[in-house]
């Protein structure tokens, strides 16, 4: 069955960086589009990041763009988070999802566009 389990989440300093993966199973990447998304305690779910595995564009939220970046590899059936500079307000949860009707990016990062989600990994930002 479908699958997606992230892993890479941690304590980081302010500042710092991780790279979150989120490895699939069940189904083969290159035809579909990953999304990513986070929750902090009291928030609703934020998506911040979209990738089409088969093309490689890429989408951002404000609150991340050039400081997080998405990229695929497909050979191994994962997709990475990079996360640089961050800052304590990107503590959440941060989970992956799959977009299975296409390999393109929703138009908007809503969680409601994605149809199978991990089970999230913890990002805590802080001295």
């Known amino acids: 069955q479908v699958q997606l389990v992230e892993s890479g989440g941690g304590l980081v300093q302010p500042g710092g960086s991780l790279t979150l993966s989120c490895a699939a199973s069940?189904?083969?990447?290159?035809?579909?589009?990953i999304g990513w998304f986070r929750q902090a305690p009291g928030k609703e779910r934020e998506g911040i990041s979209c990738?089409?595995?088969?093309?490689?564009?890429?989408a951002y939220a404000d609150s991340v763009k050039g400081r997080f970046t998405s990229l695929r590899d497909n050979a191994n059936n994962t997709v990475y988070l990079q996360m640089n500079s961050l800052k304590p307000e990107d503590t959440a949860i941060y989970y992956c999802?799959?977009?299975?009707?296409?390999?393109?990016?929703?138009?908007?990062?809503?969680?409601?566009?994605?149809?199978?989600w991990g089970q999230g990994t913890q990002v805590t930002v802080s001295t």
């Open positions: 999802a799959v977009q299975m009707r296409n390999n393109k990016c929703p138009s908007q990062m809503l969680s409601g566009e994605y149809n199978y």
């Open positions: 069940g189904f083969r990447l290159g035809y579909f589009a």
């Open positions: 990738i089409s595995t088969q093309t490689g564009s890429t």
